[in-house]
């Protein structure tokens, strides 16, 4: 079971582009790695899933180097609407596939004014 | 709006007490996920079912059970609830079947245990 290391908090300005990097050394064959956002009080939001190389959605952007032990979350030109906490997931994507899937505790970014 | 619609909103229950919280998935979606929330374990993976069936069991206590219907809405019933059960309950919906896919969240159950 693949486990993920985020920063715990970040720090941002309005405007800027964001990067939040999550870790997973032991990210197997068939995992793919999701990101969703989380505002307080409220269920996660799917943002964007890769299995490499890099996805570029509408709202974000998402880096996977070849080794795929880590990826990038990147978030441009953010506002205050986006402070929130951000996880990044690993798992298999396909049906029955038995396991966990740990969100962990998440990247908390404030963006400021 | 997610289109995922859990009920009820709010449960406050003593301990010993038995709840049944229920989960209306989006139009569609055969897959239905089960998460607590709690500030000191964060978010947590319970159950999943897909089209009726179990497919994936995370972190789901003994105590605790779930089901779906042949309407695909499904319940997670919690009994000998204890005071550490007091949490935020998620359900989600995908279209796939698959631990890591593409899933919407309601809006959850704050559940008190007093």
Same mark, same amino acid.
């Given at each position: 079971?693949?486990?993920?290391?985020?920063?715990?908090?970040?720090?941002?300005?309005?405007?800027?582009?964001?990067?939040?990097?999550?870790?997973?050394?032991?990210?197997?064959?068939?995992?793919?790695?999701?990101?969703?956002?989380?505002?307080?009080?409220?269920?996660?939001?799917?943002?964007?899933?890769? !299995?490499?190389?890099?996805?570029? =959605?509408?709202?974000? /952007?998402?880096?996977?180097?070849?080794?795929? #032990?880590?990826?990038? *979350? &990147?978030?441009?030109?953010?506002?205050?609407?986006?402070?929130?906490?951000? !996880?990044?997931?690993?798992?298999? =994507?396909?049906?029955? /596939?038995?396991?966990?899937?740990?969100?962990? #505790?998440?990247?908390? *970014? &404030?963006?400021?004014? | 709006?997610?289109?995922?619609?859990?009920?009820?909103?709010?449960?406050?229950?003593?301990?010993?007490?038995?709840?049944?919280?229920?989960?209306?998935?989006?139009?569609?979606?055969?897959?239905?996920?089960?998460?607590?929330?709690?500030?000191?374990?964060?978010?947590?993976?319970?159950?999943?079912?897909?089209?009726?069936?179990?497919?994936?069991?995370?972190?789901?206590?003994?105590?605790?059970?779930?089901?779906?219907?042949?309407?695909?809405?499904?319940?997670?019933?919690?009994?000998?609830?204890?005071?550490?059960?007091?949490?935020?309950?998620?359900?989600?919906?995908?279209?796939?079947?698959?631990?890591?896919?593409?899933?919407?969240?309601?809006?959850?159950?704050?559940?008190?245990?007093?």
């Amino acid at each position: 079971l693949a486990k993920t290391t985020q920063p715990i908090s970040m720090d941002s300005y309005e405007g800027q582009e964001v990067n939040i990097t999550c870790s997973h050394n032991n990210i197997a064959t068939n995992d793919y790695i999701t990101w969703y956002q989380q505002f307080p009080s409220q269920g996660p939001r799917f943002i964007i899933q890769g !299995y490499k190389t890099k996805v570029t =959605n509408e709202v974000a /952007s998402l880096f996977i180097p070849a080794d795929r #032990k880590s990826s990038t *979350l &990147s978030l441009p030109r953010v506002s205050l609407s986006d402070t929130a906490v951000y !996880y990044c997931l690993v798992g298999a =994507n396909y049906g029955g /596939s038995q396991g966990n899937l740990i969100f962990g #505790k998440g990247t908390k *970014l &404030s963006v400021k004014p | 709006d997610s289109g995922v619609t859990q009920t009820p909103k709010h449960l406050i229950t003593a301990t010993g007490q038995r709840v049944t919280l229920r989960c209306s998935p989006r139009s569609g979606d055969l897959s239905v996920y089960w998460y607590q929330q709690s500030l000191d374990q964060g978010l947590q993976f319970l159950i999943q079912y897909y089209n009726g069936e179990e497919r994936a069991k995370g972190n789901i206590l003994e105590r605790f059970s779930a089901q779906q219907f042949p309407d695909l809405h499904s319940e997670l019933n919690l009994s000998s609830l204890e005071l550490g059960d007091s949490a935020l309950y998620f359900c989600a919906s995908s279209a796939r079947d698959g631990l890591n896919t593409e899933a919407f969240f309601g809006q959850g159950t704050r559940l008190t245990v007093v």
